[in-house]
C-alpha cells in the first residue's frame, strides 16, 4: 500500500554551488538561490559558534555527523513508507534507532495524512529561489507541506520559527508553478529518545511566516546585487 499519488507533474530541478553555496537551476536555467542558502544569510551564528567551543571541534563534529546520519535514515525509512517498498534493513545502532524514530514519526504524525502528493520534491520560484521539500500531502482534507525532523532534544514552538518560514516558502513555490492554494505547514520532530512533537501552522499564522520569508528573499537580493 502506498500514500503516494500522482497528482502533478512535478520537474527535476538541478543542483549548482556557487561561492560555496547551495542553488538550482529554475525552469529556465538560471540560477537560484536555495531556501537555505537565503536563510542562513546573515545569521547569527554566535550561539552555535559558542557550542563548538564547549564541547570542542571533534566532539561537535561528531554530534554534528551522527545526528546528521541519523536523520538521514530516518528519512529513508518514511520515503519508503510513503512509497509502500521495503525500508532499509541494518544491525549497526544508527539503523536500529533510525527504524524506531520513523515508527514513531508513521504512528504518531501520518495517521492525519490521506494522501502524499510528492516526497523529496525539489520546488522552484522562477527567478527567485529554489528548495528541496520533505512532503506535499493533504492534511485533514487540505494541501500542506510537511517537514521531517530529528533532534537530539524536545523543542519549544519559539525555537523552530525557521522550519515554519521555510515550509512557506515551499507552499508559495508550489502555489505559483501548480496552480495550488496550499497554506499549512506540518512539521513532525521525534527526539532521539523517542519523544514525538508535531506542530501546525495555517491561516493567519501561516500568513505571518510567509510575511517574513518574502522579507528575507527582499533582504538577501538587496545585499548580494
Request: aromatic share 10%.
Amino acid at each position: 500500500m502506498t500514500l503516494l499519488i500522482d497528482k502533478f507533474n512535478y520537474s527535476h530541478l538541478k543542483r549548482k554551488t556557487i561561492e560555496g553555496k547551495r542553488h538550482y537551476l529554475d525552469g529556465n536555467g538560471q540560477a537560484v538561490p536555495s531556501v537555505t542558502t537565503i536563510l542562513s544569510h546573515g545569521k547569527d551564528m554566535t550561539a552555535i559558534n559558542n557550542w563548538k567551543k564547549r564541547v570542542g571541534n571533534a566532539e561537535a563534529q561528531r554530534i554534528v555527523t551522527e545526528s546528521a546520519n541519523l536523520g538521514t535514515i530516518t528519512h529513508k525509512h518514511l520515503e519508503c513508507y510513503i512509497e509502500g517498498t521495503e525500508r532499509p534493513a541494518g544491525n549497526n545502532l544508527i539503523y536500529k534507532q533510525a527504524k524506531e524514530l520513523s515508527d514513531v514519526i508513521i504512528e504518531q504524525g501520518m495517521k492525519e495524512v490521506e494522501q502524499v502528493w510528492a516526497i523529496e520534491q525539489g520546488l522552484c520560484f522562477p527567478g527567485l529561489y529554489a528548495g528541496t521539500a520533505d512532503m506535499v500531502c493533504q492534511y485533514k482534507g487540505k494541501g500542506a507541506i510537511g517537514d521531517f525532523k530529528t533532534s537530539r532534544q524536545i523543542k519549544k514552538r519559539e525555537w523552530i520559527e525557521d522550519y515554519f518560514v521555510q515550509c512557506a516558502a515551499y507552499a508559495l513555490a508550489h502555489n505559483e508553478v501548480y496552480g495550488t492554494d496550499i497554506n499549512t505547514g506540518l512539521i513532525f520532530i521525534v527526539s532521539h529518545s523517542g519523544k514525538y512533537q508535531e506542530f501546525v501552522v495555517e491561516q493567519s499564522e501561516f500568513k505571518h511566516y510567509t510575511d517574513i520569508w518574502l522579507n528575507k528573499v527582499e533582504q538577501y537580493y538587496n545585499a548580494t546585487k
